[in-house]
């Protein structure tokens, strides 16, 4: 089964493989599960985006509701900003330049995770989740094989970096590609420019978004970065179109 929708103004699709689980005994109890992901999805934007004139998002940048009046879906969002900039050395800031808060460099990972544990809650055991190239994934698209996240060249989108295999995690790219210089180093108040793109594989999208945020806002320095802080695998891009890849060592 695919499904795909709009969601945070960014095409966005649903794989459910129909090998085993709800999708495979039940396909209307697994799209029904897919439209309630969908829905949360919109949720989060309703509540998160910049550009929604009703967001409580906007409400706290006009100094309409107080940050410690806030729902408790912001303080989660807030409260992993938090640990991020402190894990960073405040390389990792949802404060922007302009003073404002702007919680994209968490959000979209947290409510895509959310999204899919959804979906796994309703019994559906195999599930890819893309959103703009963010990806959270499930078990596999055939017993015993891993899904196949490609990452895209910074430099040239119709080409192919890497290919990582992952059943059970998320994974998330920060660059300029998609969005131009967007991402900045909250340490200086400036554009991060250090990378044209930083991929980080880790045990969910909400952690695998952050990692590669705040890895890109360090520049040089994140590689190894997130690696140290959760990610189970990592690859830099850097402006010149050379390449570095980081494993986590194994434990013990």
Not at 110 to 129: E, H, K, P, S, Y
Not at 198 to 209: G, I, S
Not at 224 to 248: F, S
């Amino acid at each position: 089964m695919r499904v795909t929708a709009t969601v945070m103004g960014i095409p966005s699709s649903f794989h459910l493989p129909e090998h085993r689980g709800t999708a495979a005994t039940d396909p209307a109890a697994a799209r029904a599960a897919v439209d309630a992901a969908v829905d949360l999805l919109h949720e989060a934007e309703q509540r998160f985006s910049r550009h929604v004139a009703t967001s409580e998002l906007r409400a706290v940048r006009r100094g309409d509701l107080d940050i410690s009046r806030v729902s408790a879906d912001m303080r989660d969002v807030l409260a992993l900003a938090d640990e991020a900039r402190d894990a960073s050395s405040g390389a990792f800031d949802v404060t922007g330049p302009d003073g404002l808060l702007d919680t994209d460099g968490v959000v979209k990972g947290w409510a895509v995770q959310r999204a899919a544990d959804l979906v796994a809650c309703r019994g559906v055991v195999d599930l890819c989740v893309n959103v703009g190239g963010d990806v959270a994934v499930r078990g596999g698209p055939e017993p015993g094989r891993p899904w196949a996240v490609a990452v895209a060249d910074p430099h040239d989108r119709t080409r192919t970096a890497a290919v990582v295999h992952v059943s059970d995690g998320g994974v998330a790219t920060s660059g300029t590609a998609e969005r131009g210089t967007h991402v900045w180093d909250g340490r200086t108040g400036r554009p991060a420019r250090g990378l044209a793109s930083l991929t980080v594989v880790a045990e969910t999208l909400t952690r695998a978004d952050i990692l590669a945020t705040a890895g890109f806002a360090l520049g040089a320095d994140g590689l190894g970065w997130v690696v140290r802080n959760g990610a189970a695998w990592a690859l830099e891009i850097r402006p010149d179109g050379t390449q570095a890849q980081a494993i986590r060592p194994p434990r013990g």
